[in-house]
């Protein structure tokens, strides 16, 4: 799908400066040299990203750890060796070489090794770190696939289109403190996962704290109204509306529906979320009803993210 030449090229775009969209195995990126601030910039730009929201960045190799990060607790490798290349950012402490715009000033830094070879491919082609967000404007839903990066960012320098990703939601965020690690921003790496390795300890670092998609209310808000099926008093009209399904059952009325799992699997309802969401927003329904998935596993990620897209739409109720 991509060729080794298209690596090259976008390697020497980031090189140059540049911003590059490449996938992921949760949501493509909008990539930039991590090491460049004049580059990080543009990520902020183009994406009309406050600049308090910190990007992460992403590595290929174990041994890009080191320069990036101060403190080197066994406990990182320990998570590195089980969740890495995977679906992981861990907040850990910065060295001065990564620029204070990647970060938004605080003193630490995210860091993910994403499990997708195109990504790990484009990374080591360009022997950088690459900072990253989400390759959506900001606030808005993230991109799956790469038509739903180009709908959203017209301008990007180039796109390696590695077709659609295989995990769906964005990385579930940690940070570690003395007794254990604490969740930022769940993912479909759960709690459960985590401890197997760590004591789940929800204590927050005042030193980092930020506005993170995980704290705030409102976030991946779809350009139409989305409603959560049982959780708005919005009058639906099926006629004009969409349904994103979870369960099995029948529904019947509705202008569009889409079948986001077909088997009540949270993991597949993660893959397809996004680009049902994408789907629905180019499509003529005037708004669209989630079913509500079980909030267990992955399923707390996923309502998250439901909560989030609805919560303004709500407000306006
Ligand atoms: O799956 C993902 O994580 C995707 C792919 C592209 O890797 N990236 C992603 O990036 O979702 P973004 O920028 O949309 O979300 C990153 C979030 C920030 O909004 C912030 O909440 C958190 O990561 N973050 C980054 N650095 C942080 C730090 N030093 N302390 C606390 N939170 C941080
Ligand atoms: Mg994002």
């Not at 460049?36 to 190799?61: G, N, Q, T």
């Not at 910065?94 to 484009?122: C, F, H, Q, Y």
């Not at 180019?282 to 992955?298: F, K, N, R, T």
């Amino acid at each position: 799908m991509v060729t080794r030449d298209e690596i090259l090229i976008a390697a020497n775009f980031i090189l140059e400066g540049k911003l590059v969209a490449f996938p992921t195995e949760t949501v493509y990126g909008l990539g930039a040299n991590a090491l460049d601030p004049d580059a990080v910039v543009k990520i902020f730009e183009m994406k009309e990203r406050p600049s308090f929201d910190p990007l992460i960045v992403h590595i290929a190799h174990l041994d890009d750890l080191e320069p990036l990060t101060k403190e080197h607790d066994d406990r990182v490798y320990e998570l590195a060796r089980r969740f890495w290349p995977g679906p992981l950012t861990i907040v850990l402490p910065k060295n001065s070489i990564v620029p204070d715009i990647v970060t938004s000033g605080l003193p630490t830094v995210g860091i993910r090794m994403p499990a997708n070879p195109i990504a790990l491919e484009l990374i080591s082609a360009a022997q950088r770190p690459i900072a990253a967000p989400s390759a959506n404007k900001f606030g808005r839903v993230s991109p799956t696939t790469a038509q739903h990066v180009r709908k959203q960012l017209k301008t990007v320098d180039y796109i390696l289109d590695g077709g659609p990703t295989t995990v769906g939601i964005e990385s579930t965020i940690i940070q570690l403190n003395q007794k254990g690690f604490n969740i930022l921003r769940n993912g479909v790496i759960v709690r459960e996962d985590l401890e197997k390795v760590l004591p789940y300890h929800p204590e927050y670092n005042n030193e980092s704290t930020v506005i993170a998609p995980g704290m705030v209310k409102s976030h991946y808000s779809p350009a139409k109204p989305l409603y959560i099926a049982g959780e708005t008093s919005k009058e639906i009209d099926r006629t004009r509306a969409g349904f994103l399904s979870f369960s099995e059952a029948e529904v019947s009325g509705y202008k569009e529906v889409i079948k986001v799992s077909r088997h009540k699997d949270l993991k597949e309802y993660a893959v397809n979320l996004f680009a049902a969401i994408h789907y629905m927003e180019e499509s003529d329904v005037e708004y669209m009803v989630a079913e509500p998935v079980p909030e267990i596993g992955i399923g707390i990620a996923i309502m998250d993210r439901l909560r989030k897209a609805a919560y303004r739409y709500n407000l306006a109720d």
